[in-house]
């Protein structure tokens, strides 16, 4: 059972940088297919990165240009670098695993069938 942890969230001010990590467990192959999501209450879930097995990484137009999506293969580790951050950006970010063949772009929640817990992201004005 492929479990997920993020962490690396914080309450940074409008301008800042986060590094957001997600460590999966559990799992004894070689690579997992990951993206990053993330919700601001009353939302919906909302697509923010995904890269697929050939290193191509797509962006929601809001983060493009400020956040870089990376993996460690080896130690099925993801991470979203966060840069510019707005209060817009202010929501639970959650990373998730496919389980699946891994083929971009993969922007829909619905491709992704195990989720971490999230870790809070609040960017002040």
């Not at 997992?32 to 919700?39: D, I, K, T």
């Not at 097995?53 to 099925?76: L, M, W």
Request: hydrophobic share 30%; proline share 4%; with cysteine.
């Amino acid at each position: 059972q492929v479990q997920l942890q993020e962490s690396g969230g914080g309450s940074v001010q409008s301008g800042g940088s986060l590094k957001l990590s997600c460590q999966a467990s559990g799992w004894t192959g070689s690579t997992l297919c990951m993206a990053w999501f993330r919700q601001a209450p009353g939302t919906e879930r909302e697509f923010v990165a995904h890269i697929d097995s050939d290193g191509v990484p797509t962006y929601a137009p809001s983060v493009k240009g400020r956040f870089n999506i990376s993996q460690d293969n080896a130690k099925h580790t993801l991470y979203l670098q966060q840069n510019t951050l707005k209060p817009e950006d202010t929501a639970m970010y959650f990373c998730a695993v496919r389980l699946a063949e891994c083929w971009g772009p993969l922007t829909d929640a619905r491709y992704f069938r195990r989720w971490g817990q999230g870790t809070q992201v609040t960017v002040s004005s």
